[in-house]
């Protein structure tokens, strides 16, 4: 027993020589520090606002020194003493939460405003810079690449403005639902992403801490997923690395330089117009009462929604083994039979509304009739020929008996003069898409189905509430770890933390 003590202490000697991130206080010195600078400056708790007191309440019960350990390896033994990362992190969520966008502001601020500081945890005259930030930001990246992608490629292909409104555009890309989900399946995603200890430090102490609270099922949470565009800037920010611009040629495909290259042109089909930034894709509870979110994936903004909801989803299970996904609730962007395929395959029980484009009402009920057998009947009541079944579409094909291929149509009265002669397509009795359970026109399925507006209302405290296209970032870095803070603080805020040792009534006890 003596032994392991002296070896702790040994190795907490050995960590303050060497200047890495040390807090032996813990959280109860963050808690000492609050209430004897707040009593010193703020005497009178009158002085400060009580919507300022509801900020302050549940950072003064946050505990994060445990990501003082945890962040620990990304310091350097050399030189100078570093702030605390769990003091960085906090300021960084105060900022976020007081709605100041510029970490140029909030240093300023931190130096003219006292209490800014002390919630922070820092002393007041002694508070880190705007490059202390920004280094802060490079300890929780795991790349030495600010962005996904490289800077240099070539030019993309850019999105055909759709022909109706509220219409996605369809994707450059041409890669299918189909194949993208049999890839992922055969190669999953690889846990080592540049996000992956920003997510790690989100998990550990809000996605778990709410799953303790009971906010969160992970043995059966139900998902709702929603696309969301973020403009990064008015136009995409590129340089030419060629000359032809100089020959008089004006639409080469030689390679740019890309200031954001994992950013593209977009289309917003809520908006009508066409944007450049990326394609949020976020994965949320839809079975919490505060629309939690879960998993979030930033794509290229020409992604559609069906392809972000894979990425997404397959990253998810890389993420979060643990999570039992049960129930899926998504938009008619998603009516897609591979997903419908993989969710009977995995036990999920989809909920996705039918999409127009892709066929809702059986063709040619006006005009043909289905015999007791299952077998279509023409207008003159025809028996018609079983011509083979498109399983991918999970349906049956009939057609004409009176026509041939080399002579036409025999009958006196065609009712078509296609090539082919006229054909109906049955659905088949196993088809997920078509035949839920429960069934698209019951209660509960519509019941169910109006939870799906949890991700949208995800999207939006993060768009508008906490004002995530504000940060006027240039790297996904920052992106991703504005986005994660602002998570952080959708998950605190629905804590509801208690109140019997109020921060306020501390400081007042003094005075």
């Given at each position: 027993m003596w032994r392991s003590q002296l070896m702790e202490n040994i190795f907490q000697d050995w960590r303050r020589f060497f200047m890495l991130p040390f807090n032996p206080g813990g959280h109860a010195a963050y808690q000492d520090h609050v209430v004897t600078n707040l009593r010193e400056y703020y005497s009178d708790s009158s002085s400060i606002p009580n919507s300022v007191w509801d900020i302050l309440e549940p950072f003064f019960a946050l505990d994060l020194s445990d990501i003082d350990k945890l962040l620990q390896t990304r310091y350097s033994v050399l030189g100078p003493k570093p702030r605390l990362p769990s003091s960085m992190l906090r300021s960084v969520l105060l900022a976020l939460e007081f709605k100041i966008t510029s970490f140029t502001d909030w240093v300023a601020a931190m130096k003219t405003c006292p209490l800014y500081a002390i919630a922070s945890g820092f002393d007041v005259g002694d508070t880190p810079g705007v490059g202390t930030f920004y280094d802060f930001f490079k300890r929780l990246w795991i790349s030495a690449h600010e962005n996904s992608s490289p800077n240099l490629r070539k030019p993309k292909k850019k999105v055909k403005k759709p022909t109706k409104k509220g219409v996605k555009a369809e994707p450059p890309d041409k890669i299918t639902v189909e194949k993208l989900i049999r890839e992922l399946s055969e190669n999953p995603v690889s846990p080592d992403q540049p996000y992956s200890l920003l997510f790690s430090i989100f998990k550990e102490q809000f996605l778990d801490t709410?799953?303790?609270?009971?906010?969160?099922?992970?043995?059966?949470?139900?998902?709702?997923?929603?696309?969301?565009?973020?403009?990064?800037?008015?136009?995409?920010?590129?340089?030419?690395t060629c000359k032809c611009f100089d020959d008089g040629i004006r639409n080469c495909d030689c390679e740019r330089d890309y200031s954001q290259p994992d950013c593209d042109i977009g289309w917003d089909s809520s908006r009508s117009y066409f944007y450049s930034g990326y394609g949020l894709y976020m994965l949320t509870a839809s079975d919490s009462e505060n629309d939690l979110p879960v998993f979030p994936l930033f794509g290229p903004a020409s992604r559609h929604d069906s392809l972000g909801f894979v990425y997404s989803f397959f990253a998810m299970k890389t993420f979060l083994p643990e999570y039992r996904a049960t129930k899926l609730l998504l938009d008619s962007a998603h009516d897609a039979m591979p997903i419908y395929e993989h969710c009977r395959q995995n036990r999920i029980t989809p909920f996705i509304d039918l999409n127009a484009k892709r066929g809702i009402k059986l063709k040619y009920k006006n005009d043909f009739t289905v015999g007791s057998d299952g077998v279509p009947r023409c207008m003159a009541g025809r028996k018609m020929r079983h011509d083979g079944s498109e399983k991918k579409k999970h349906r049956l094909k009939f057609r004409c008996p009176m026509f041939n291929r080399t002579h036409g149509c025999k009958c006196s009265n065609p009712c078509s003069d296609a090539k082919y002669g006229r054909t109906v397509h049955l659905q088949m009795k196993d088809n997920p898409r078509i035949f839920n359970i429960p069934s698209r026109d019951s209660d509960a399925w519509k019941i169910e189905y109006k939870a799906r507006t949890s991700a949208e209302r995800t999207n939006k405290r993060i768009k508008i509430d906490f004002l995530l296209e504000s940060g006027r970032h240039r790297s996904s870095k920052m992106w991703y770890c504005r986005l994660y803070c602002i998570m952080m603080l959708q998950h605190l805020n629905a804590w509801g933390l208690p109140k019997e040792t109020s921060l306020k009534s501390l400081v007042a006890q003094a005075s």
């Open positions: 709410s799953a303790h609270k009971g906010l969160i099922s992970p043995l059966k949470i139900a998902l709702a997923g929603d696309g969301m565009p973020v403009v990064t800037s008015a136009r995409e920010r590129k340089k030419r």
